[in-house]
C-alpha cells in the first residue's frame, strides 16, 4: 500500500533530474527528494507526473516504479501499531 507521504516523495524523485541509471545511493536521493518538493512543492511534483504520465506513459510507469522502490529503500517505514488486545471486564470489588 502507498501512502500519501510515500507518493509525494516518489512523486518528488520522479520529478527530480535524478536517473535510474544513475544507481544513486541513499544520500543522493535524499536531497534530490528534499530539493524537487523545495523546488517545485508537492503539487508542481505531481502535475509533473501527470504530464509525464501523458505524454510518455510506457517510460512513466518504469520511472515511477524505480522511484517508489527508491523511496522503499530510502526511507525507513513506520512501526506497525502491535494488536490491541481484548479489553477485559473489571472485576467488581465486592
Known sequence: MVTS??????????????Q???QPAAPEVLRA???TLRRF???GCAARVAGEFGEHPDTAV????WALE???????T????DAQPEPQPLALAG
Do not use: C, K, N, W
Open 70 to 76: 527508491m523511496i522503499r529503500s530510502v526511507y525507513p
Open 41 to 43: 512543492g508537492s503539487r
Open 20 to 22: 535510474s541509471s544513475d
Open 78 to 81: 513506520p512501526a506497525q501499531p
Open 62 to 65: 518504469h520511472r515511477m516504479t
Open 5 to 18: 507521504v510515500e507518493s509525494v516523495r516518489a512523486e518528488a524523485l520522479f520529478a527530480s533530474p535524478l
Open 33 to 35: 527528494v528534499a530539493t
